[in-house]
């Protein structure tokens, strides 16, 4: 049995991306004979409440560090595996150091890192000139040391993978040297399709909305969120009803369970350095929690008694917008602008809010649709769970192009682009698409058969090849490229 140490900026599934992509490859890789633990803040641990999610940390910054290391060293692991995206982290960088201190340490273990995102954010401190802070980071970078975005992170870890063309492209011309060490793992969809007969589906998905049997169902789905261009697909969706008036728009969001919301409170409970025992591999080890006052874990039981009325009154739970980068108070104001965009533009009968529903629901009402649309401010690109989704089951696609565009989805006829934050060109696309869905109701077949290739059982094969990989070959644990 493989034993892998997972470290996870945080570890809540139900509001995370990331943090589902680790759970689900956790999951996929236990029948395959690894086993595995999650070392994350004492936050994220105690509001999933399992017992290999280990809360070792208050949070990222640097005083964290030590502890992480001594927690490090005290598991038997055969193997660390760092998830990183910048926002998991709250965009600490402290992170950055770990690979280098663990080595320091006398650390000889593989140490793999998966980068979800990169290129597009560097640290930029304003008490160090900017002309001074470029040329370190060019001097490190060509010397191996470190790269100018993870420090030593990337440049300490035996393995990268990244889990997209993007970002590989831009790893390997910023670490020529480590070439051999990247690897690329593209993402699954972040649901299973729920096998059902789509007149079925579409039936039930009518019924639950109250629309008309001659609906045209465009659905989009994923977080609610400022920039996945809502604001620019609300007044296209009008143009297109004007256009053809049985058009109708269900935003599809993912469930946050029962579970979940108890969760949430209990982050919030007073606990007055309350111990208590854990088994980790058959050795207890004591975990600690964070006091908080009366007043915050009095709010957090508002926070929660207002949560189960919305679930009683409405026999769901609101949701679909609050995720780790929009919570709280943001999340309700951000619901609450959207709902008002929809009135304003008087489209109360023609669009739809699920709120968050079981990844079996969001399914079924997948395969219900007619077409879908992603209308990211930032582009769509293969790293996008929710065109994986769509696409597998069966939906052709409208989504905004990336820049640089993903050359992986050019020229394919189940994707259309159109340019992001452009009305009239999202509303030219929908209605053309609209017209070509009721003459060829086959065209998203093709993207379904595209989509098969990115199944989880060859992610966690591949995973399992460059585990294996390191720990044969004994020459995976002395570090890293030697600077010159």
Known sequence: ????????GTYQPVRCGVAHYTAQLRHTLEPLGVQSWVLTTHAAAEAVGQPDVIGVVPDWSVSALMPLVRSLQTLPADLLHIQHAAGTYRFERAIFLLPLLLKLAGWRKPIVTTVHEYGWWEWQPQWIPSSLLEWLKQWGQAHHWWDREDGFLLTHSDAIITTNDEAETVLRSRLPAFNDRIHRIAIAPNIEVVPIDRAAARRSLLQKCNWNEDAEIIVFFGFLHPVKGLETLLPAFQQVVASRPQARLLLLGLRCTHKSIADSFSENLILHNLDFSLPVLNKPRLLRFQPISKVEAEQGFQDLCSQISDLCV?????????????AGEQAT???NQLHTLVADLNLQQAVHFTGYVAAETASRYLSGASIGVLPFNHGVTLKSGSLLVLLAHGLPVIATRATPPDSNLAEQPWLH???????????AQLIELLHRQTNVPS??????????QFAWDAIAAAHLQIYQNM??????SDGVVKPI
């Not at 682009?417 to 509303?427: E, H, S, V, Y």
């Not at 065209?443 to 098969?452: C, D, E, L, P």
């Open 314 to 326: 409405h026999g769901r739970l609101l949701g679909g917008v609050e995720s780790l980068a929009l």
């Open 1 to 8: 049995m493989m034993r892998v140490i997972s470290i996870a």
């Open 333 to 335: 104001h951000y619901w």
């Open 417 to 427: 682009f159109t340019a992001p934050r452009d009305i009239n060109q999202l509303t």
């Open 471 to 476: 720990l044969t070959n004994p020459l995976a």
């Open 443 to 452: 065209i998203g077949a093709n993207g379904r058969q595209f989509v098969q």
